[in-house]
């Protein structure tokens, strides 16, 4: 349900008992909250209050009708505004109009009427217009710039509740994660919920501009700073201005550039590569990272004293593996989505499919998960999507060095695969993997294996 917000209406009349005739009979609706204004000065002082439609008696003592409605409509573009006037002029009422009035009433017995019908109907429209831009920052809140971040799990909840307060200020926020655990999508959210949605939102990846292009690419330069620097380029953090910069990869900044960062980011200017005018910026920043950047700091390799000023809230992103059956609702939705989006009559994942996705241990998380089962929806001949159908790697080619999972967790997913491919069978796994079958049924009673 909408809250029902007052419907703010100012009425601009000198003369008190018209005035406070219309006053009377507007305020007859109790969600109306009506104010009179004797002059135009005091109602142009008190536009800052918002209201959703004004009177305005086209003869006041400090201004005529025309001055008013334009000042009021330079202030408030999408306040609509009814002139009222003593006499009748033909050419007066079609000024009035051709300036933005919504209507032109002569005083007579008629007018409250009239002017009731009116108020009436614009009130109507400011609401579906108010409950619409509601509706849209919810959808906002919920999706942010258009994506769902789905998630049922506890700890994606509390990641939720962090997005929804990082949105409250401007605060640093650092999201950390595995690869395609959701960074990006979180700093989208954190972007079209806050103050600054409307304004631009500019991920730069560090990982994916050559080391020597990434100062111009932040910083921007001027024509002629280097060789190839045909025309002058605005930096991303320019670009950025008003809104949201997400620096993605930021373990991957080169030390003598942190420092430049650092410095840039508390002046809050920015000087071109090749320039010497600093141009002063206003930027929301959302760091991102699959490292840990606090064991970067320890090995010398990322600056303290940047990591302290980008430290700022931080997200820490599960795995997809430790968000328990969020596995099973992401992997459905991704399925009925790509089908509907590709006119496929709906498919269902077997409950083999579905065991088989609970185990897997998903290196590349929520983007390999996304991949995997799009290719099984493609691949699957009637409306059912069998386990065979997930062209999901084994453990060992799953896992790499660079999947960032420690030893014991790509351990565990090895044995967990070559268990699941052998159907339980812990003897026979314990062959293929050359160990003691005593240390699978150990890691089982540990609740570190499933089987059965
Ligand atoms: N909770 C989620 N709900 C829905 N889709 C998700 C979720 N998390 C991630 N995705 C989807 O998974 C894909 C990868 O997400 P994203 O790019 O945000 O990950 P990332 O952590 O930034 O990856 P990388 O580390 O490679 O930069 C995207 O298609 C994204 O929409």
Not at 70 to 86: A, D, F, M, W, Y
Not at 290 to 316: C, K, M, S, T, W
Not at 400 to 414: D, H, M, N, V
């Amino acid at each position: 349900m909408m809250p029902t917000l007052p419907f703010k209406i100012f009425v601009v009349e000198d003369n008190e008992w018209y005035g406070e005739l219309l006053v009377h009979r507007l305020g007859q609706n109790p969600n109306h909250s009506v104010l009179r204004f004797a002059t135009a000065k005091a109602c142009i002082e008190q536009l800052g209050e918002q209201p959703d439609f004004i009177t305005l008696d086209y003869s006041l003592p400090d201004a005529k009708g025309e001055q008013v409605l334009r000042q009021i409509k330079e202030r408030l573009p999408g306040v609509e505004v009814i002139v009222i006037s003593g006499q009748e002029d033909v050419g007066t009422a079609v000024s009035m109009l051709r300036q933005g009035a919504y209507d032109y009433l002569v005083k007579d017995e008629n007018t409250l009427d009239r002017l009731w019908n009116i108020v009436g109907k614009v009130e109507q429209q400011v609401r579906l217009r108010r409950e619409n831009s509601q509706l849209r920052q919810q959808i906002g809140v919920r999706f942010g710039a258009g994506q769902p971040i789905l998630g049922e799990h506890q700890s994606m909840q509390h990641v939720q509740t962090l997005i929804t307060k990082a949105a409250r200020t401007t605060i640093t926020v650092s999201v950390s994660g595995e690869t395609g655990t959701g960074k990006e999508l979180v700093a989208k959210a954190i972007h079209f919920q806050s103050g600054r949605a409307a304004q631009p939102f500019v991920a730069v990846n560090m990982a994916a501009i050559p080391r020597e292009l990434v100062e111009s690419e932040l910083f921007g330069h001027e024509k002629g700073a280097f060789t190839g620097a045909v025309a002058r380029r605005v930096g991303r953090l320019e670009e950025a201005n008003g809104g949201t910069l997400f620096l993605d990869e930021i373990a991957d900044l080169d030390l003598s550039l942190q420092a430049k960062l650092l410095r840039v980011l508390q002046e809050r200017e920015v000087t071109r590569v090749g320039g010497n005018q600093a141009v002063a910026f206003d930027v929301r920043l959302i760091v991102a990272t699959h490292r840990d950047l606090l064991a970067e700091v320890q090995a010398g390799r990322f600056r303290e004293d940047l990591y302290y000023r980008l430290l700022g809230l931080p997200i820490a992103l599960p795995p997809l593996r430790q968000r328990g059956a969020d596995v099973l609702l992401l992997a459905e939705v991704f399925v009925r989505d790509f089908c509907a989006q590709n006119n496929l009559p709906p498919r269902q994942l077997t409950d083999d499919a579905r065991e088989r996705l609970r185990t897997h241990p998903f290196p590349g998380n929520v983007r390999e998960l996304k991949a995997v089962v799009e290719l099984a929806t493609v691949l699957a001949d009637g409306e059912l999507i069998d386990a065979n159908d997930l062209p999901l790697r084994s453990g060992r080619a799953a896992m790499g060095a660079s999947s960032g999972l420690s030893l014991r967790e790509q351990t565990t997913a090895i044995v967990q695969n070559c268990l699941d491919e052998l159907n339980g069978d812990v003897l026979a796994a314990a062959a293929r993997l050359r160990i003691g079958k005593s240390t699978i049924y150990r890691m089982i009673q540990q609740q570190e294996l499933r089987v059965g």
